[in-house]
């Protein structure tokens, strides 16, 4: 008897470590599996979160592409712009040259028509002169 009692005592003792390892594996199984879904749940955000990411960043690319044709149409048309310009810059020098010609040629027409009627205004200071002289050749 005394070795069914200590046979009993002894599974008695055995299954309470027994019972209370399995307390602590559950509980320390508990305690994984928590972090574990703590885990999947960082997961799945960071997941949520990645494609969220790569749809902003295709919106973005696309936005992206459109500003680079609207960048190389612009630079087109500027380069037409330019082309423009220095046309425009060529008759502007052309034009200069022409004011420059008819400028220079109206001081030479000012200076001449002044010529003009100063020998205009001599001539009839000769006139009256001659007048003048044939007066007095007539009196004596």
Not at 71 to 98: H, P, Q
Request: charged residues 35%.
């Amino acid at each position: 008897m005394e070795t069914n009692e200590l046979l009993r005592t002894l599974r008695q003792i055995v299954r309470e470590e027994m019972t209370a390892f399995v307390e602590r594996f559950d509980a320390r199984f508990d305690a994984m599996s928590t972090w574990f879904d703590g885990v999947y749940v960082r997961l799945d955000n960071l997941e949520a979160e990645s494609v969220a990411i790569k749809a902003g960043l295709r919106r973005v690319e696309e936005r992206l592409d459109l500003v680079e044709a609207r960048l190389t149409r612009i630079e087109s048309e500027l380069e037409l712009v330019k082309g423009g310009l220095a046309r425009l810059e060529a008759r502007v020098s052309a034009l200069e040259a022409r004011v420059y010609s008819i400028e220079t040629r109206f001081e030479t027409l000012e200076k001449r028509l002044a010529t003009e009627t100063e020998i205009a205004a001599l001539k009839q200071q000769v006139e009256t002169m001659n007048e003048r002289i044939a007066a007095l050749e007539t009196r004596h």
